[in-house]
């Protein structure tokens, strides 16, 4: 068992729907700018392709990621790879594998369970490290509030995504 790649695909467009929407300067892209000290003339003169290329790149590492977060089932091929028999797929292991994913495969493999774990990631791994480079960098309560928030919305909505369909 493994991921749908086309899914992880999908799923890592979320984060630049979801940019579009978060900081569009009638949702809350004014008030980012001020509280990461951006103006408009810092802005100017980025190469676009590149920055929205690498962070689709990004996404898809973070797809994957979220992919053995939100799919409970893929720990158990991992736990047992070095099984004997299990990479040749024969033997007491991959019987064992293939029966346990028979039974319980779908288990947790909802919208909203992935939503949830998503969620969660992004309180337990997005925040503190934005708020981490946001006290060294002196940025303010504001800043670490909306971009985190993004964050853990769209790692939610990804997680929500990946745990339905892939």
């Known amino acids: 068992m493994g991921p749908n790649f086309l899914i992880l695909l999908a799923a890592a467009l979320i984060p630049m729907v979801m940019g579009f929407i978060w900081y569009n300067p009638k949702t809350l892209g004014n008030a980012w700018m001020k509280a990461a000290d951006v103006t408009e003339e810092k802005m100017k003169g980025a190469n676009m392709g590149l920055i929205f290329g690498l962070s689709y790149v990004f996404s898809v590492m973070l797809a994957m990621a ?44 909802t919208f909203k369970h992935g939503l949830f774990h998503g969620i969660l990631d992004g309180f337990f791994f997005a925040l503190p490290i934005i708020a981490t480079n946001a006290m060294f960098e002196r940025k303010g309560f504001k800043y670490v509030a909306i971009n985190s928030g993004y964050w853990i919305i769209t790692i939610g909505l990804m997680g929500g995504v990946i745990c339905q369909f892939a």
């Open 66 to 109: 979220v992919y053995f977060i939100v799919v409970h089932q893929a720990h158990l091929f991992s736990a047992l790879m070095n099984e004997p028999g299990m990479q040749e797929q024969t033997g007491e292991a991959w019987a064992y594998a293939q029966d346990f994913i028979a039974k319980y495969g779908q288990n947790f493999r």
